[in-house]
């Protein structure tokens, strides 16, 4: 692992360089708080959400999937309680005009851009970004962006009991794009105004919350380990203080990751959300929204527990947990040099495998073409007959790619191939139709 405090900008190097993120707009010098995946990056992000929704929604029987629009009827940010209460504290400098998150500027200290002391008094600002809907921009066509996805899931909750006919404990899952006009960000991914959020509501019984709420707390901390790969020691269930929860939370638990730019940080949220969101839509839309409990032939407003994480937040979890520097034989050559290797989990890799002929010999790229052929329709793979094939291996290992398939000229006379394992180095002579087979066990 490289040191921490230059793990991140070699991070951020290395995903530039290999196609993981680029940042946004950047031939027009860049828009803050931004960043676009590139192709390997694409791969990522949808392997950490396909992961997800196969554990929250495939392997539950009782949680179904949504996906709600990304504007409301600005009536649901009023009920939800975001126009009102959806802000951070908000200082700027007189000088220089930057703005600062309050709580975390010390107004005693000079401006860390400009250098003098001159702060405003510290003013809420609401985290939502304001649009019009239709031709003319007046009040009554104002709303927003959405900075979550979960009040799509709470107003659509009388459509979801009556399609689906499900019965208490149940769950409605969502993945999908929020916005929030952050007054500062930074950190790579881990702070930005454009993100993707995968979000689960759990609806519960009344005085069933608190179990649930265990339950889920427990759940998501294997899921990182166990699913996304990563170090159980850089991971930590925190309960936050009274004063720090949000104005819907009954009590919020939050997953915490080992950050290098600042320690133990969140990295997903798991809330007690009880009844708030629903009584409050029912409240200022006038349509009933509760469950009725065939049992006790009574009307119940579910209590919510709501795991959520930002997809962004997760790769970059992923990306640095993942991140080595060690010794290795040279490419080319004897003696050792430093490989930079990706050690994901070989279900969050974004390339499976990668084939590669010895040499740019036709009867060896041929053998090596119907591989690579027959791979991909299973999984991502990659060809690659470019360099040495040492050097081809640093690439892959650079992009975290478990295995290595080489062709060479025995392969004529056996119909083997060399396999590589990309964290060992250890090469293993295997028949090409198991291939497959063998790769396969590695993604279980």
């Given at each position: 692992?490289?040191?921490?405090?230059?793990?991140?900008?070699?991070?951020?190097?290395?995903?530039?360089?290999?196609?993981?993120?680029?940042?946004?707009?950047?031939?027009?010098?860049?828009?803050?708080?931004?960043?676009?995946?590139?192709?390997?990056?694409?791969?990522?992000?949808?392997?950490?959400?396909?992961?997800?929704?196969?554990?929250?929604?495939?392997?539950?029987?009782?949680?179904?999937?949504?996906?709600?629009?990304?504007?409301?009827?600005?009536?649901?940010?009023?009920?939800?309680?975001?126009?009102?209460?959806?802000?951070?504290?908000?200082?700027?400098?007189?000088?220089?005009?930057?703005?600062?998150?309050?709580?975390?500027?010390?107004?005693?200290?000079?401006?860390?851009?400009?250098?003098?002391?001159?702060?405003?008094?510290?003013?809420?600002?609401?985290?939502?970004?304001?649009?019009?809907?239709?031709?003319?921009?007046?009040?009554?066509?104002?709303?927003?962006?959405?900075?979550?996805?979960?009040?799509?899931?709470?107003?659509?909750?009388?459509?979801?009991?009556?399609?689906?006919?499900?019965?208490?404990?149940?769950?409605?899952?969502?993945?999908?794009?929020?916005?929030?006009?952050?007054?500062?960000?930074?950190?790579?991914?881990?702070?930005?105004?454009?993100?993707?959020?995968?979000?689960?509501?759990?609806?519960?019984?009344?005085?069933?919350?608190?179990?649930?709420?265990?339950?889920?707390?427990?759940?998501?901390?294997?899921?990182?380990?166990?699913?996304?790969?990563?170090?159980?020691?850089?991971?930590?269930?925190?309960?936050?203080?009274?004063?720090?929860?949000?104005?819907?939370?009954?009590?919020?638990?939050?997953?915490?990751?080992?950050?290098?730019?600042?320690?133990?940080?969140?990295?997903?949220?798991?809330?007690?959300?009880?009844?708030?969101?629903?009584?409050?839509?029912?409240?200022?839309?006038?349509?009933?929204?509760?469950?009725?409990?065939?049992?006790?032939?009574?009307?119940?407003?579910?209590?919510?527990?709501?795991?959520?994480?930002?997809?962004?937040?997760?790769?970059?979890?992923?990306?640095?947990?993942?991140?080595?520097?060690?010794?290795?034989?040279?490419?080319?050559?004897?003696?050792?040099?430093?490989?930079?290797?990706?050690?994901?989990?070989?279900?969050?890799?974004?390339?499976?495998?990668?084939?590669?002929?010895?040499?740019?010999?036709?009867?060896?790229?041929?053998?090596?073409?119907?591989?690579?052929?027959?791979?991909?329709?299973?999984?991502?793979?990659?060809?690659?007959?470019?360099?040495?094939?040492?050097?081809?291996?640093?690439?892959?290992?650079?992009?975290?790619?478990p295995y290595c398939i080489t062709v060479d000229f025995d392969t004529l006379k056996d119909d083997a191939v060399t396999l590589r394992d990309r964290d060992s180095m250890k090469q293993e002579r295997i028949k090409i139709l198991d291939i497959s087979t063998k790769i396969r066990e590695k993604l279980i």
């Amino acid at each position: 692992m490289a040191e921490k405090n230059n793990l991140m900008e070699k991070l951020v190097s290395l995903c530039k360089r290999r196609g993981f993120v680029f940042p946004g707009s950047e031939i027009y010098g860049g828009l803050n708080g931004t960043w676009d995946l590139g192709p390997l990056g694409v791969l990522l992000a949808s392997n950490i959400k396909q992961l997800w929704w196969k554990s929250m929604v495939q392997e539950h029987d009782e949680i179904l999937g949504l996906d709600s629009t990304i504007l409301y009827h600005p009536k649901v940010w009023e009920a939800s309680g975001h126009i009102a209460g959806f802000t951070d504290p908000l200082v700027e400098c007189k000088n220089c005009h930057q703005r600062f998150r309050a709580d975390q500027t010390d107004i005693e200290k000079p401006c860390s851009n400009c250098g003098k002391k001159e702060w405003t008094a510290s003013r809420d600002f609401n985290l939502m970004f304001k649009t019009h809907v239709g031709p003319v921009e007046d009040e009554a066509s104002t709303t927003y962006l959405r900075p979550e996805t979960a009040q799509g899931i709470f107003i659509n909750f009388d459509n979801v009991l009556q399609s689906s006919r499900v019965k208490l404990p149940f769950g409605v899952a969502q993945i999908g794009k929020g916005f929030r006009n952050e007054i500062t960000t930074g950190n790579f991914l881990f702070r930005v105004r454009e993100f993707e959020m995968m979000e689960l509501e759990y609806f519960v019984k009344p005085g069933e919350d608190e179990k649930a709420h265990e339950n889920w707390k427990k759940e998501r901390l294997d899921w990182h380990i166990k699913v996304l790969g990563i170090n159980k020691d850089n991971l930590k269930l925190v309960d936050l203080p009274r004063e720090d929860l949000a104005h819907y939370s009954k009590g919020t638990t939050e997953i915490w990751y080992n950050w290098p730019f600042m320690g133990f940080g969140e990295l997903e949220g798991i809330a007690n959300r009880t009844d708030f969101d629903l009584k409050n839509h029912a409240k200022a839309s006038g349509k009933e929204l509760a469950y009725f409990d065939p049992e006790t032939k009574e009307k119940i407003v579910p209590y919510v527990i709501e795991p959520s994480e930002g997809v962004g937040r997760a790769m970059l979890a992923v990306l640095i947990d993942a991140y080595n520097e060690e010794k290795a034989p040279k490419a080319a050559g004897e003696g050792e040099e430093e490989r930079i290797v990706l050690k994901f989990a070989p279900k969050v890799a974004p390339i499976k495998a990668a084939v590669l002929p010895l040499v740019k010999d036709e009867k060896l790229v041929k053998i090596a073409k119907e591989i690579y052929s027959d791979l991909k329709k299973e999984w991502f793979v990659q060809y690659d007959e470019a360099a040495t094939v040492g050097r081809r291996y640093r690439r892959q290992d650079e992009i975290g790619t478990p295995y290595c398939i080489t062709v060479d000229f025995d392969t004529l006379k056996d119909d083997a191939v060399t396999l590589r394992d990309r964290d060992s180095m250890k090469q293993e002579r295997i028949k090409i139709l198991d291939i497959s087979t063998k790769i396969r066990e590695k993604l279980i």
